[in-house]
């Protein structure tokens, strides 16, 4: 028996486990060990892809099992990090619509055969990075200015995780961070160099403000969602 057509599912258990742990330790407010454990998952996400490509080991089970992986680690681990960093009372339960959406996005993706090299959507990975690198640097740098609107009108939290609610299921086209063969300089790998080039610009900005690093990530993300936002009338017209 060969061992070769189980790779690829364990690593996506790999992913599901890191999401499991992360979950852990936020519920011990350790919220900057649990986005470390967000990004391991990520690490997993992509390389269950890459494995089963390279052996060829799909199946069907493989892919819900991503499905389910991807809820944990980036819909319910990024809703509840947001959700203890707010400061209570009814807004602190909107973060947690993350979680419901996020399902919701990940199933519809499942039966959406039109998702095969871009997106409909807000990715749920690209949502949780948001949302994880935003709530650590609330937990870690609590005199800040972003941890001040966050205790003072916890609103604007609710408001923006109804935003990425809707962008999670919306049909707004979002390119993928995969390249293929023969694509050349197409609108999608024009975003790709955008993308690039805000992370680069967020990263160096960070380190020039002494800022706390997960912020780099936050404006990448954060970027790659406006980019998409700005690109998307051309892509329908394109259409």
């Not at 707004?172 to 023969?182: D, N, Q, T, V, Y």
């Not at 990263?203 to 800022?211: E, F, M, S, T, W």
């Amino acid at each position: 028996m060969s061992i070769r057509k189980y790779i690829p599912d364990t690593i996506t258990s790999l992913n599901l486990a890191c999401g499991a742990v992360g979950i852990v330790m936020a519920a011990y407010f350790k919220i900057e060990y649990a986005f470390l454990f967000m990004l391991g998952g990520a690490v997993f996400d992509f390389f269950d892809g890459f494995s089963a490509r390279a052996l060829g080991a799909y199946s069907p089970m493989g892919k819900e099992l991503d499905s389910l992986a991807d809820d944990i680690t980036f819909g319910l681990l990024p809703a509840f990090m947001l959700y203890q960093v707010m400061p209570g009372g009814v807004w602190a339960w909107f973060p947690l619509l993350i979680a419901v959406f996020s399902g919701l996005r990940l199933a519809k993706f499942n039966i959406d055969e039109r998702q095969t090299t871009s997106f409909l959507g807000l990715p749920t990975p690209g949502c949780a990075m948001v949302c994880g690198s935003f709530a650590v640097y609330i937990a870690e740098c609590p005199a800040s200015r972003a941890a001040a609107l966050v205790e003072q009108h916890p609103w604007v939290i609710a408001i923006a995780s109804i935003v990425l609610c809707y962008l999670l299921i919306c049909e707004i086209p979002m390119f993928s961070m995969k390249m293929h063969k023969g694509e050349g300089m197409s609108r999608a790998m024009r975003c790709r160099i955008s993308f690039a080039i805000v992370a680069v610009i967020g990263l160096l900005a960070v380190i020039a403000g002494h800022k706390y690093w997960t912020l780099a990530i936050f404006f990448a993300f954060t970027g790659y969602i406006l980019i998409n936002l700005i690109n998307a009338p051309f892509t329908k017209k394109q259409e």
